[in-house]
């Protein structure tokens, strides 16, 4: 057997050489090694909407959020439809507080649907939940899990009913769509958007399936969702149609750090236990204060090799007036 | 944006192995085995390295085994080979001498990947066999490979048995498909298209976004084996 | 009689080194030396003095009791031969004991018997005249004697020679065996017995012991000897070990189901191999083909490099067991008086599958000028192999 490369010394980040994004250590992909116009790689969704770029920006009280779902190399490859999708929604509740509801949808590789189910899921999950918090007066951590297993059981119903010609629905009756046909990962953060004298805050985040949540703190990302550092990966994963709840718990955000919801497109690339990936090394550096739009996305569609998923991520940076200057 | 040189970073890349076992006895060379395996790795490799996704991803493994087991080609991307030794016939059918290798193998490689960064998803195995095993206890060194609470990197194999070999031990040696070659089926024509089938496994499994192994159907002229009525010995 | 070549087969070690053709002889003729030696030794117990010591009284009885302790010395000698060449002393014991009743029994009846014909062969009245006319005409050698009384004893010794290795084969529990033994030991006797007188003539002493030893000797290596070349002449199929510490040994296939494995006590016994098992095959010849079928608990061999627990054999193929490669022999049939080229090369063929009993392995000597036999069915080739080198295509642009 013969070789025709050796591996060069890595370097975190790299400018491209040629039009394309940013590459990671050094470890491109061959998939960006043309133009998207030059290779045959590059394909749209013949139905409409590929959602190559997804994106949105704002604030909610004390707030900076960013979000964005990039479609990943595989369904550019394969002319399909990104499977990820985001939904953020604010409210307030009855006293007047502000809160940020955040949730992320990683589309099964397996559900013929999956990015239409991601999409509904997220939206059903994400409005219901903010109107039940939205009719609280105080929320606490026991009124918001009622909230939250209420919205999950009404995203299980109302997932699965269409209307033939809605959008971006499958052209099917429900009837001939199973659960699994739509099934997605669900994950959420429940953030006041309020800053607190102990410039601390309670976050109630949950999660069923594979797309993790992360807090950056000191420069480190730390997962706040189960993950499995063993040698081998195994892909298994459930969805919101197979589990019966969802996995929730509080946790608490200092002012200094920074949320960050995402799927596995980049959440596997994150860290490794309590290493951190170059992909994690170098978003916490990028991330470290809220950049503008353009950044966003570009920091988004790094280039590494292997890392061909849809990606996804809502990030969230508490008392923005530190950033002022 | 200048470039930060970082010392031993680990990028976390996926990578999926899959190891291609080959039974070079004898028999193989008079059955068209032999040739339908040598013809069919240009194919498997093109198939592999002309795809951007699946090239990335995938690692391929080469080996042979006949009295013993040998690496013929180590655990690489198919981008990065040239030319690659092919099977010859050999000797006899010593099933354990190739899962002994596989094991250590595996073990090996991933400490390899691991070391140098690398994500490594559960290895797959395609197994192929003209006969019987002509060793005795060829199960237990099956066991120690496959059996995950006794090695942590056990593979998922996926066996294909062709001519003489018997439908039961295909079934023993295969832990999540197992494929037999029809009786009327010409030998050598089977294997063509069981080299067809696994490399679309390894292609569809590779450029999968949530790389999973994909099981092929029962290639032309082999039939699959249900593995839920296997006997346990 | 008593020979090396049991149920099993007869093996002999052989390499490509140049034995000798006749080294199979050779051995079960020095064993049916050293036979004679003990049967000399046994008889002498009989002959006393004043004649027999038992049963000397009765000429038949007492010639039954002397010919049956000498055949015990030559039969026993013969028989545990294969045992001890196989460093299986379990073996040789096994088969002697075996062997024992019948070939007492035998010798005993064939001494009787023999004794009676000699009795009844020989005139009492010309006896005398012909041994007053070798003492008048001081002929030591006393041809006019010799003339009359060596028919008889050649006959005698052939009866003895024959029911001894009809004993034998008893003993073996092979009828084959005991038909090569009666053919082999009636011939070996036959030709003893015949040159009896002549010993002897040219010892010359004036004691009997002496010719009668040498007499003995060279009975049983006769007997030996012929019953060695009656079975390698009757062998159909024998089996050459071709790795392994055995290599070079041969075995013959007498029987129409033969054992083979690493017990002590079966046809054929394999040795340091560990993956043999004590009864590991059994190969079975029926009209003219030959099948094996693997025994229970015993692993499937491999023919021709391919895993088998059963099927057909035939000539030249290759088998192993456990570690042990072993090829097959067999000797194909050709129709008799045809001069064609066919025939020729199937002649050779024939020829060249003989059992390698006598010389070097069958593919090394090729007789001058004949053609190379044909390539043998289902055989890889001997040459090493190098590993094809497979390019990979070129790769193109998407």
């Not at chain 1, 993790?212 to 499995?228: A, M, Q, R």
């Not at chain 3, 005993?108 to 003492?135: H, P």
């Amino acid at each position: 057997m013969s070789r025709k490369k050796r591996r060069p010394k890595k370097q975190l980040i790299q400018a491209p050489a040629s039009p394309g994004p940013i590459v990671i250590a050094d470890r491109p992909s061959t998939f960006h090694s043309k133009p998207w116009w030059v290779s045959n790689w590059w394909n749209l969704e013949p139905t409409g909407r590929s959602d190559d770029v997804t994106c949105d920006i704002g604030t909610v009280g004390d707030l900076a959020v960013a979000a964005a779902t990039i479609r990943g190399n595989t369904h550019r490859h394969d002319g399909n439809r990104c499977e990820d999708a985001f939904f953020i929604s604010t409210g307030t509740t009855i006293s007047g507080r502000s809160f940020l509801v955040a949730v992320i949808g990683d589309g099964l590789g397996s559900a013929k649907h999956s990015s239409f189910g991601s999409r509904r899921a997220t939206q059903l999950f994400g409005n219901h939940l903010t109107a039940s918090i939205s009719k609280t007066d105080t929320p606490n951590e026991e009124t918001v899990n009622t909230a939250v297993d209420a919205a999950f059981e009404m995203t299980k119903v109302k997932a699965s009913k269409w209307k033939i010609g809605d959008l971006s629905a499958p052209p099917l009756s429900p009837a001939k769509v199973s659960s699994a046909d739509i099934e997605t990962t669900l994950t959420f953060a429940v953030v006041p958007a309020d800053p607190n004298a102990n410039k601390k805050r309670t976050v109630l985040i949950g999660s069923v399936g594979d797309s993790p949540i992360f807090k950056l703190s000191e420069n480190k990302w730390e997962c706040l969702t189960d993950s499995d550092n063993g040698d081998i990966v195994d892909s298994a994963t459930r969805g919101v149609h197979s589990a019966d709840r969802l996995t929730t718990s509080m946790v608490s955000i200092a002012d200094t750090d920074v949320l960050f919801l995402t799927t596995d497109g980049i959440g596997n690339f994150i860290s490794n236990g309590a290493n951190m990936l170059a992909v994690g090394t170098y978003l916490a550096d990028r991330w470290r204060n809220p950049v503008p739009l353009h950044e966003f996305i570009n920091d988004m569609t790094f280039d590494l090799s292997s890392a061909d998923d849809d990606r996804t991520a809502i990030v969230c940076w508490p008392y923005r007036d530190q950033y002022l200057s | 944006m200048s470039a930060t040189d970082v010392e031993q970073v680990q990028t976390g890349e996926q990578v999926l192995p899959f190891y291609i076992v080959c039974d070079e006895s004898a028999s193989m060379a008079y059955n068209g085995g032999i040739d339908a395996i040598n013809n069919g790795l240009p194919d498997l490799h093109a198939s592999i390295a002309s795809d951007p996704l699946v090239n990335d991803k995938s690692r391929i493994c080469l080996i042979s085994f006949s009295d013993d087991a040998e690496v013929l080609c180590p655990l690489a991307p198919a981008s990065d080979i040239d030319a690659l030794p092919g099977v010859m016939e050999k000797g006899a059918t010593s099933f354990s001498a190739a899962f002994r290798l596989l094991k250590t193998q595996i073990a090996q490689d991933i400490a390899m990947l691991r070391a140098d960064g690398f994500q490594v998803f559960r290895p797959a195995v395609f197994f192929i066999s003209d006969g019987e095993p002509t060793d005795l206890n060829w199960q237990d060194s099956h066991r120690e490979l496959t059996d995950k609470s006794l090695n942590p990197h056990a593979p998922n194999i996926i066996a294909f048995g062709v001519d003489r070999a018997d439908a039961d031990t295909i079934r023993r040696v295969g832990t999540i498909a197992a494929f037999l070659a029809e009786q009327d089926v010409n030998p050598g024509n089977a294997l063509k298209e069981i080299m067809r089938a696994l490399t679309n496994s390894i292609v569809q499994s590779s450029s999968s976004s949530n790389p999973t192994l994909i099981i092929p159907p029962a290639p032309d002229g082999t039939i699959s084996l249900p593995l839920d009525v296997m006997d346990e010995t | 009689m008593a020979t090396n070549f049991e149920d099993m087969g007869t093996y002999t070690s052989s390499d490509s080194k140049g034995l000798n053709a006749g080294r199979v002889t050779l051995v079960l003729g020095a064993a049916g030396v050293v036979g004679g030696l003990l049967g000399f030794g046994l008889g002498e117990i009989q002959i006393s003095e004043s004649g027999s010591r038992f049963f000397g009284d009765s000429v038949n009885a007492s010639s039954a009791v002397y010919f049956a302790l000498v055949l015990l010395g030559v039969g026993a000698a013969l028989v545990a031969s294969q045992g001890i060449s196989e460093r299986n002393a379990q073996k040789a014991w096994a088969t002697v004991l075996r062997s024992l009743p019948a070939i007492l029994v035998g010798g005993a009846v064939a001494g009787f018997v023999a004794q009676i014909l000699y009795t009844e062969m020989l005139n009492a009245d010309e006896i005398d005249i012909a041994i007053r006319l070798c003492n008048r005409q001081g002929d030591y050698s006393c041809t006019a004697v010799d003339n009359l009384v060596r028919p008889a004893r050649a006959i005698g010794w052939m009866i003895a020679g024959g029911l001894s290795g009809l004993a034998l084969g008893v003993g073996f529990q092979s009828k084959k065996r005991m038909q090569n033994g009666v053919l082999g030991g009636a011939v070996g006797g036959l030709v003893g017995g015949l040159l009896f007188d002549s010993v002897n003539n040219i010892i010359g002493s004036g004691s009997a012991q002496p010719s009668r030893l040498v007499a003995l000797l060279l009975i049983g290596a006769l007997m030996g000897a012929l019953i060695g070349l009656v079975d390698t002449l009757r062998t159909d199929m024998w089996l050459t070990v071709t790795s392994g510490e055995m290599t070079g040994q041969q075995f013959i296939i007498y029987d129409e189901t033969t054992t083979v494995g690493c017990a002590r006590n079966i046809p054929i016994t394999i040795l340091a191999d560990r993956d043999v098992a004590e009864h590991h095959i059994s190969i079975r010849r029926t009209g003219g083909s030959t099948t094996f079928e693997c025994l229970p608990t015993a692993s499937p061999i491999t023919v021709n490099g391919s895993a088998s627990s059963s099927g057909s054999l035939s000539n030249g193929d290759i088998i192993k067991i456990g570690n042990t490669e072993i090829r097959v022999g067999e000797r194909t049939s050709s129709s008799p008086g045809t001069a064609s080229s066919a025939t020729t090369r199937q002649a050779h063929v024939d020829t060249s599958s003989r059992p390698d009993l006598y010389s070097h392995s069958p593919e090394s000597e090729t007789p001058a000028g004949a053609a190379p036999p044909p390539p043998r069915r289902n055989q890889p080739s001997a040459a090493p192999k190098k590993r094809p080198t497979i390019q990979m295509k070129p790769e193109t642009d998407n």
